[in-house]
């Protein structure tokens, strides 16, 4: 990593899996970073790692405000309430919305951001604490070109990868696109492996297939190998925010009159057993269940 000293001064806000790791790989490439979260214990770790941590009522006066958050609620509450965004910031920062949003309230954010002097931009990532820790996630911006170019070196310290695909909302709108497709090839992946494995193949063998073939996706060449058939599970990313992700979706898509019906059967079989997997598991142990019939076809054999 480069330790050239950059303009921007970045105040990370919440410190979890995500925006750890995030705060530490901007420090790590030369940018003034303050990292802050509502939680002591995560203000705790990343100070034993050598961040500057502050308390949410002591946000020092920043260039940027980096926000990676669980949901658009806490967003809400960080921008307008406590400790307000709004009112604090200095005029001419940028808000940078890193979390999987609601699109419809970034937009919404984004205009009373922008009436208060203040610049936004929705930059979703995905590549997971992995990608955050090493300064290659994947990002889908939604914003100005300004504001974009304003805050480049910052995204390019994050990032290997990044898409500007409209304005303020419009990368919240793609990401959930995204997940979507990837909730939705986990079970279809799942249920192709199964009956693969049902009819004598096993399961490495029929991904080596499908990656060579029209079928694959991330999904099949990142996610079984690494987390699944290894049973590791420990991709950093819970079944509780990929829920989160699929109703935002769902929602989105019966306010714009468009319901989707594959969506929903998606949405429907992640909420289908709140205990398999729970909110706090891998996301990846959603195949599982399915899985679980090859594993019998596997130890009759
Ligand atoms: P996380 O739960 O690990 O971290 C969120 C942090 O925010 C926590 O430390 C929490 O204490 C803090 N927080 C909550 N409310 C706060 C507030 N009002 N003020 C300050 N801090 C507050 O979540 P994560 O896995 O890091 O995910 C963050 C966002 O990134 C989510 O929107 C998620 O959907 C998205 N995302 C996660 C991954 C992943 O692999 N984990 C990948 C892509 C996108």
């Given amino acids: 990593m480069s330790q050239t000293e950059h303009a921007l001064s970045i105040t990370v806000i919440g410190l979890g899996q995500m925006g750890g790791n995030m705060a530490l790989t901007l420090q ?9 979260d509502l939680f002591e214990a995560a203000r705790e770790r990343l100070a034993g790692l050598g961040l500057a941590v502050v308390a949410p009522d002591a946000l020092p006066a920043s260039d940027v405000y980096l926000l990676s958050l669980p949901t ?15 009112a604090l910031a200095p005029k001419g920062s940028v ?5 999987t949003s609601d699109p419809a309230v970034s937009r919404e954010l984004a205009e009373k951001v922008t009436a208060a002097g203040l610049h936004w931009l929705d930059a979703p990532v995905s590549g997971g604490p992995k990608g955050a820790a090493n300064g290659t996630l994947g990002m889908l911006l939604g914003g100005d070109d300004a504001t974009l170019e304003r805050v480049m070196p910052m995204l390019e310290a994050m990032s ?11 990368g919240h709108v793609v ?3 995204n997940n979507y497709l990837c909730a939705a090839h986990l079970l279809t992946t799942a249920e192709a492996v199964a009956m693969a494995a049902k009819a004598g193949v096993e399961p490495a063998a029929c991904l080596a297939g499908i ?5 694959r996706s ?16 420990d991709s950093g990313f819970t079944t509780g925010l990929m829920r989160k992700d699929l109703r935002l979706a769902r929602d989105a898509a019966e306010q714009l009159g468009i319901p989707l019906a594959l969506l929903q ?8 057993s709140p205990e398999q997997p729970a909110d706090s598991d891998d996301f990846n142990h959603i195949t599982t269940p399915i899985l679980a019939c090859a594993r019998q076809t596997e130890s009759h054999s």
């Fill in 28 to 36: 790590a490439a030369g940018f003034e970073v303050t990292g802050s």
């Fill in 72 to 86: 658009s609620a806490h967003v809400r509450e960080v921008i307008e309430t406590s400790p307000g965004l709004l």
């Fill in 95 to 99: 808000i940078v919305d890193t979390s």
């Fill in 160 to 170: 290997a990868k990044r898409t500007h695909v409209g304005g303020p909302g419009s």
């Fill in 175 to 177: 990401k959930l696109a």
């Fill in 211 to 215: 990656n060579s073939g029209s079928g």
């Fill in 218 to 233: 991330a999904i099949s060449e990142v996610n079984f190998p690494e987390w699944v058939l290894s049973e590791r599970f």
């Fill in 265 to 272: 059967a998606v949405v429907n079989a992640w909420h289908a």
